[in-house]
């Protein structure tokens, strides 16, 4: 059972224009939502996080929206760069657990 | 601040060895989490120490066990290994709950 889901798997955007990566999820419990940045054979990195107390977070070109109602959640990069290319996870967890639920991961490409 | 390390980088096992990862956390940091990553699963939890306690646990066979230092160092240890434990393992370390977690680099484990 996929509790966060990411259903596109690839994006592809043009340089400086808006990349828009939604991820959904099932389990209301969850309270915090987190995404992270992939570069093959390398770690995660941490780019933004929201508290389900708040619908709106941003972080200079980043920007999170969660929509609790609708357990859906974006990620938007403005402006996009040839740079930003790489694989963007969703994750979730919920109170008093350390635990992250994972996307499966969308893949996008930033053409210059 | 230093980041988040991991040894070794990779490592080639046979079926039937066992392995010991290791992880050195954020300085400060107190929560350590690992993760298994395959294209076919995606990233998955495996467990979360904190103040040396193991705090949760993934769904994964006894086979995997970890355990963490008095100076917040873990290790992770898979015994009797099998081809499908092929994977990137990573660990995660926070300052605890509701704080981002940060990834080390994982360390890549091939099993022949």
């Known amino acids: 059972d996929q509790q966060v889901k990411q259903n596109s798997p690839s994006l592809s955007v043009q340089e400086g224009r808006i990349s828009i990566l939604n991820c959904d999820y099932t389990?209301?419990?969850?309270?915090?939502f987190l995404w992270y940045k992939k570069y093959p054979a390398e770690g995660p990195t941490f780019l933004i996080s929201?508290?389900?107390?708040?619908d709106k977070n941003e972080d200079g070109r980043f920007t999170v929206f969660l929509n609790k109602s609708a357990k859906h959640l974006s990620l938007h990069i403005v402006p996009s760069q040839p740079g930003d290319s790489a694989v963007y996870f969703c994750?979730?967890?919920?109170?008093?657990?350390?635990?992250?639920?994972f996307g499966k991961g969308t893949k996008l490409t930033v053409n210059p | 601040k230093a980041g988040v390390t991991q040894t070794p980088r990779y490592l080639i096992k046979t079926r039937g060895q066992q392995v010991t990862l290791s992880c050195s956390p954020i300085?400060?940091?107190?929560?350590v989490s690992w993760y298994q990553q395959t294209p076919g699963q995606g990233l998955q939890f495996l467990f979360e120490?904190?103040?040396?306690?193991?705090?949760n646990k993934g769904n994964f066979p006894g086979r995997f066990s970890g355990r963490q230092f008095s100076n917040s160092r873990s290790e992770m240890n898979v015994s009797t290994l099998e081809l499908g434990d092929s994977a990137l393992y990573l660990c995660?370390?926070?300052?605890?709950?509701?704080?981002?977690?940060?990834f080390g680099p994982g360390t890549r484990l091939t099993v022949l």
């Open positions: 995660a370390s926070s300052l605890g709950i509701h704080n981002e977690q940060f």
């Open positions: 389990n209301s419990m969850f309270d915090y």
């Open positions: 929201i508290s389900s107390i708040k």
């Open positions: 994750a979730a967890k919920q109170g008093g657990s350390e635990k992250l639920v």
């Open positions: 300085s400060g940091h107190r929560s």
């Open positions: 120490y904190f103040s040396e306690t193991q705090r």
